[in-house]
């Protein structure tokens, strides 16, 4: 089976209508889990990897670590591989993990090399602006996705 590589340009189906984009930008080295980068454009297509690619770390809305199964199934359609990608220019985003019983939080960073290995834990404040530390399944972001943009 081939996972999927950073730098690969894919659309997600949103609940009412239409596409998000999103960009592989980790990976886990047994596959399962991917970073991903998803931008606030919707598309009533698939669009082109011209289309996109001009896309920046500083243009997404959310920054989410998703189950990759969507994509190797199809069910979110692969847009093409990037050929100019360089992952030095999509940075690895701390996530933040939090207690509501105790309200207490903590920054996790995850290892460069895999999207799935927590590199360290430290704590903040609880109120931090951090992405929630999550894995999403392909409905949920959708979900998420589609209350965003849509």
């Known amino acids: 089976m081939k996972f ?12 009412s209508k239409g596409f998000a984009v999103g960009v592989v930008a980790r990976t886990s080295p047994g596959g399962g889990i991917v970073l991903a980068y998803f931008f606030k454009n919707v598309w009533d297509r698939l669009p082109t990897i011209g289309e996109v690619k001009a896309f920046k770390p ?13 994509l190797m ?3 979110w359609p692969i847009l093409a591989q990037d050929p100019d990608w360089r992952r030095t220019d999509w940075t690895l985003p701390r996530f933040v993990r939090r207690d509501d019983l105790s309200r207490q939080a903590w920054s996790v960073q995850y290892s460069d090399r895999d999207a ?8 903040t404040s609880y109120d931090t602006n ?5 894995v ?3 409905g949920a972001a959708e979900v998420l996705l589609t209350r965003l943009l849509g």
């Open 136 to 138: 999403l399944g392909a």
């Open 130 to 134: 951090l992405e929630r530390d999550a």
């Open 4 to 15: 999927v590589e950073e730098g690969t340009w894919f659309a997600a189906p949103l609940r």
């Open 116 to 123: 799935n290995l927590v590199e360290s834990e430290t704590p």
């Open 58 to 70: 500083a243009d997404a809305v959310r920054v989410l670590r998703v189950v990759d199964l969507s």
């Open 73 to 75: 199934d199809g069910s």
